[in-house]
């Protein structure tokens, strides 16, 4: 395992603190729940663990194991997966009035000494959510499974087209943290309940156009056992992203603005479809007479097509120069006004 040292220089001095929660969801990690609460830096009022139906009963345990009067266990009475059980979390938190939400896992993989970091950005009117990034820094990738980097780079273009954060990686770390005000408006009963619980979150997000920023992590790899199969993540997370992809640029660029990058898509869609059906037409067709096709008849077929593609990078681009870049909570809090539930 590599060591890191880790001192955060966050001066709180011209900030008004924010009350913050942590939630823990908990499924099958009785083994390290305790260091991960102990761990747990005093500036959290609140740990929310959350007992997802955990076969080894980790609520009950950890009542007679720890006395720390921030602990709130809630049970869930059949098992909702690690989404499921965060989004229980998140909402206790949010009608207790907490600012500031913190999801951390239980199998004590993610380094709590890095809690301050994901607090400042918030706190400080700087980010709406703030999420890890295990692939900031080669050294932090020593120990985990080749598998798991492979898969988790593989499915981050397909998350920035889906979600639209060009600016961001690793989109399945959970490790995160979010303000309140954004909450009732990502419509949490309708988000993934399992493992592709970060992956949707960040769609949402996207589509409430929420300021997300990256904040370098590692995490320790030992004896824990992930409950996520590699496999079934890389045969269902490419297919549900691709859907949200679609849906994200239908509501982008149609349903709530049309802009130039409207025009470059719809141009390159078409240009780009005429020219391949054009040019597969006339292939099949001199295939079938067996004549050569005219020069002219390929330029018609090219032409467009080129400048399909070119059009569908240039909506491209335009999509990547359109990552947010101001918060919006500040302005939802004057708009909400008293609470608003979830």
């Known amino acids: 395992m590599v060591k890191y040292s880790f001192t955060t220089s966050i001066s709180y001095a011209n ?26 830096p005093l ?4 740990i929310y ?3 997802d139906a955990c076969p080894e009963q980790t ?12 602990v709130e266990l809630v049970f869930l009475k059949s098992n909702q997966g690690v989404g499921g059980a965060t989004i229980e979390g998140l909402k206790a938190a949010y009608k207790n009035g907490y600012e500031i939400v913190i999801k951390i896992d239980a199998d004590d993989q993610m380094d709590s000494r890095l809690i301050p970091a994901f607090i400042e950005p918030i706190e400080s009117g ?11 820094s080669p050294r932090s990738l020593e120990g985990m499974p080749l598998v798991r980097i492979m898969g988790n780079a593989g499915l981050s273009f397909l998350s920035k087209l889906a979600t639209g954060y060009w600016n961001i990686m690793d989109p399945t ?31 949402r997000l996207g589509a409430i156009r929420a300021l997300v920023l990256d904040v370098p992590t590692w995490s320790r790899y030992g004896d824990e056992k992930s409950n996520l199969s590699i496999i079934t993540a890389l045969f269902e997370f490419p297919g549900k992203l691709v859907i949200r992809t679609w849906k994200r640029f239908f509501y982008r660029y149609f349903l709530r603005d049309v802009n130039i990058g409207t025009f470059f898509f719809m141009a390159g869609v078409l240009l780009t479809g005429f020219g391949m059906v054009f040019g597969a037409y006339h292939w099949i067709d001199s295939y079938q007479q067996g004549h050569v096709t005219s020069s002219g008849t390929v330029m018609l077929a090219a032409l467009p097509f080129l400048l399909g593609v070119q059009m ?9 120069s359109s990552v947010p870049t101001s918060p919006i909570h500040p302005s939802l809090s004057k708009l909400l006004g008293d609470e608003r539930a979830i």
Request: overall charge positive.
């Open 126 to 136: 700087n980010a709406d959510y703030v999420k890890g990034n295990r692939f900031f």
């Open 43 to 46: 500036r959290i009022e609140k």
């Open 59 to 70: 609520g009950k345990w950890l009542q007679s194991q720890t006395n720390d009067l921030r």
């Open 173 to 203: 770390n959970g490790f995160f943290a979010i303000h309140k005000d954004i909450l009732p408006f990502l419509d949490l009963d309708k988000v993934e309940k399992r493992y592709f619980f970060e992956s949707d979150l960040l769609f």
């Open 49 to 51: 663990v959350i007992d």
């Open 15 to 40: 900030l008004v603190l924010m009350r913050v929660a942590i939630v823990i969801p908990c499924y099958k990690a009785k083994a390290h729940i305790l260091s991960v609460i102990n761990k747990i």
């Open 312 to 320: 569908l990078l240039s909506a491209l681009l335009y999509d990547v």
